[in-house]
């Protein structure tokens, strides 16, 4: 192995290192693999290329995409990206950033993260965020473990049908490996009030999957009567004008921060986040960052409350989550810091105005039925196509739109933010109306 080798390690390296742990050579490191498992044949690996060829072969291949208007929901939303986003959070002392293990070193890193957990807070009405979890479908995952930790010797969760299916699917992974007994319900409500067995927690919707914002009057003293916790699920860009969970009487609030500024980008990375009341701390998984002053008086950051996590209690922590979402935590922070109470109200406000344009656009075509008349939504809906919803898809895609994404039931959903003017929307109706049942 020579000096402009991509492999740090020369074959002095790797034979001390095999002579230390044992073993004759790195075959045997996978001795364990069964045989039918182990590929035998030649990897077809293309020859090597000049860095010119490279650059033109990716730009052959990126010229092969297509810029599409996108008018999807569904748990991502296409939301204005101011620029300065990208320009403060790809510096390199944010960017190259560790998790922050030495405080003293990494006072930036909590900082952010601290004012990031402070805005959760403000936005769910919450008394304490942790740092971040990995996605909102594995911080309602999370609360779910949560709930369990919190009730003890209890072990069913009800979890709303009306949550993303994604989100129901992670749920139902973490359960199928913890031994939790999860129930999907169509009526959360009425199930509570019947009764459960050992049960330690309800996870609901703020908005529904079909872009419906749920009304959870008298829900939280139904679930509080029957010894569980209230898990809210929320968007939080909709925060900015919807009761906040802390108002529903919810325990525990989660979510995916992607509507707070972070781009669709194929479906992540994103960022979750999860909240909770003072009394259920130390129940909360990931890290906590607290604020304090040092040994001069001067503000400062530190990781707190610690023996949560695994790396100092591990049999007894509260989840395997140890690293977190810093750097997308940051984008949300940035963001937030420069939309405002008021930028976050116009989003919704704007979002609001496109999306009951386009509802009342789509259903003058003729080429729809309604499915949830007169039911309140921000930005998002669904509707019931009288023409095949593929042909549809087609032509939308045809026309430079992604949009009436096909749900399980056969609906499709449209969603319209900030982003979109008055003249896009227009085109994409102007489509629709070319569609032949």
Known sequence: MGKLSYFPHTEEDVRAMLERIGVNSLDDLFSDVPADFVFKGEYDLPSAMSEQQVRDYFEKLASMNTKLKVFVGQGAYDHYIPSVIPYITGRSEFITAYTPYQCEIS?????????????????????????????????????????????????????????????????????????????????????????????????????????????????????????????????????????????????????????????????????????????????LPGRIVGQTTDAEGRRCFVLTLQAREQHIRREKATSNICSNESLLALWCTVYLSLMGPEGMKRVNELSFDGAHYLYSELMKTGLFEEVFPNAPFINEFVLKPLCPADKLQQALLDGGYFAALQTEEGYVTFCVTEKHSREEIDGLVAIVKEVRI
């Not at 009800?158 to 319900?185: C, E, F, H, K, Q």
């Open 107 to 283: 006072q930036g890193t909590l900082r952010y993260i601290f004012e990031w957990q402070s805005m959760i807070c403000r936005l769910t009405g919450m008394d304490i965020a942790n740092a971040s979890v990995y996605d909102g479908p594995t911080a309602a995952a999370e609360a779910m473990r949560m709930c369990i930790a919190c009730t003890k010797k209890r072990n069913s969760v009800i979890v709303a049908a009306s949550l993303l299916p994604n989100v129901i699917d992670t749920i139902r992974t973490y359960a199928r490996y913890s031994g939790i007994n999860v129930i999907v319900s169509e009526h959360v409500a009425e199930d509570v009030a019947e009764g459960v067995l050992d049960l330690a927690g309800v996870i609901v919707p703020s908005v529904n999957r079909y872009g419906i914002v749920e009304n959870h009057a008298g829900l939280a003293g139904l679930v509080h009567g029957a010894g569980a916790l209230l898990v809210e699920y929320c968007d939080p860009s909709t925060l900015a004008v919807l009761k906040t969970p802390a108002e529903w009487g919810a325990d525990i609030a989660v979510g995916d921060g992607q509507s707070l500024g972070i781009p669709l980008c194929y479906g992540g990375p994103y960022v979750g986040f999860m909240a909770c009341r003072n009394e259920f701390m130390r129940k």
